[in-house]
């Protein structure tokens, strides 16, 4: 792989031991996957921010990091963390995890991210330009990011997001090069898609067939909303390993069918109509029961007009004294929910909003037993696809309006 001066410099130890650990890291990675060059870039969304997947080894290395002299040279922003910094003992976080996460994000803190916290850090300040070059992790981010923003980014784990951090390098090949962006199955969609949820299931029925090849859409709405493409990106990414989609008409890269193939056939026709939404609908749908104890709205992290949606439905009601509803969101988007009223709203009906963790990122198998949740009710397939297997709790999975009438009846209907 061709580097410049200044890169091979970095590599032989002549900008410090941290960065030269990182180039070593990157130049690995890029001769494996066939990079012929690294790439300039100045922004990277870090995936490695909660404990839960860096524990103390991971922490120790990022702490080393720092100690030798580690700056990041990039905008970084930090994914969600596994605790809520301020009701992390109340929602049944243990100890050890809010004094290890303390550590792993004031490492990152003092190398120069901007600990913002969240999988959705294009809404708190952190937008991708059409064609800019990234290096991010978390896959409904970096979906969201390669198909609606049109930004060009792989798929990063923790260690090549810091690599790029300490850098401003990541390797060319993937999702950077135009050859390997264009499409290669169409999904012809013949069913209405009202909401965030039917554009969750969309993603689901499309992400298992997909695995790791880029999607077409046909059919979608030529007006969705942020919200919308955000469910789908993660739902993609969640039953499949999709790092892009392209929709016909709607994002950036697909004003034509024959764009978003490059003039290609596609490989493969699906067609997602009433009778497949029905049929990806039961299959997030694991819980044989109408028991309802934990309900989770905000995976991915809620917008501020998500958290408004669940403030208007609580509006002058109660959850039910059995339930436990989580709203899971960002500190920037719980900040200005706050000022609008929405979460005196959620909290005087007796539910909470979760910041800067979900049951992802915190450590879910101890809290479900602890507190006693023995099913998990959600508007996310993200969250539905993968609760039963990570979290061991099956799931109730439908739009916004059927969960809350669930959390306040205790009952799904």
């Not at 997947?53 to 100690?67: H, N, S």
């Not at 739009?399 to 306040?408: E, F």
Request: with cysteine; proline share 5%; charged share 20%.
């Amino acid at each position: 792989m061709f580097l410049t001066e200044e890169e091979s410099g970095m590599l032989a130890g002549k900008k410090g031991p941290a960065v030269q650990k990182a180039m070593e890291i990157l130049v690995a990675l890029g001769e494996s996957f066939g990079a012929k060059r690294l790439l300039t870039v100045s922004n990277v969304h870090m995936a490695g921010s909660s404990v839960l997947v860096a524990e103390e080894a991971g922490t120790r290395f990022v702490e080393d990091i720092k100690r030798q002299g580690g700056t990041f040279v990039t905008r970084v922003t930090t994914n969600p963390t596994a605790v809520d910094p301020v009701q992390w003992r109340e929602i049944g976080i243990p100890e050890s995890d809010s004094a290890l996460q303390t550590r792993l994000t004031d490492a990152y803190a003092g190398m120069g991210a901007n600990t913002c916290n969240t999988c959705i850090p294009y809404l708190v300040g952190n937008s991708p330009r059409f064609g800019e070059h990234m290096a991010w992790g978390e896959s409904s981010a970096v979906v969201y990011a390669n198909s609606v923003c049109g930004a060009r980014t792989n798929r990063e784990g923790g260690p090549s997001g810091l690599a790029t951090a300490l850098t401003g390098r990541t390797p060319e090949y993937g999702f950077h090069l135009t050859e390997n962006r264009h499409g290669k199955l169409l999904v012809q969609v013949e069913t209405s898609l009202d909401d965030m949820t039917d554009y969750g299931t969309l993603g689901y029925f499309a992400g298992r067939i997909a695995g790791q090849d880029t999607p077409v859409f046909t059919g979608i709405p030529s007006d969705p909303t942020l919200e919308q493409l955000k469910a789908l990106s993660a739902a993609l990414a969640a039953s499949g390993a999709v790092s892009m989609f392209h929709a016909v008409g709607v994002t950036p890269e697909a004003p034509t069918l024959e764009a978003a193939f490059g003039g290609k056939t596609p490989e493969k026709v699906l067609v997602f109509d009433e009778a497949e939404k029905k049929k990806a609908e039961a299959a997030l749908n694991k819980e044989p029961t109408d028991h309802v104890d934990w309900i989770l709205v905000g995976c991915p992290n809620a917008s501020v007009q998500e958290i408004r949606e669940v403030a208007e439905a609580l509006e002058r009601k109660k959850v039910h004294k059995d339930v436990a509803l989580w709203v899971t969101t960002a500190g920037a988007m719980y900040a200005m929910a706050e000022r609008m009223g929405y979460i005196q709203t959620i909290k005087d009906a007796g539910g909470t909003v979760v910041r800067e963790t979900c049951p992802f990122l915190a450590r879910s198998r101890v809290i479900a037993p602890v507190k006693g949740y023995r099913t998990l009710t959600t508007n996310s397939a993200k969250m539905a696809f993968y609760a039963p297997g990570q979290f061991g709790l099956p799931t109730h999975y439908g739009n916004l309006n059927r969960v809350m009438q669930a959390a306040v009846s205790g009952v799904w209907r």
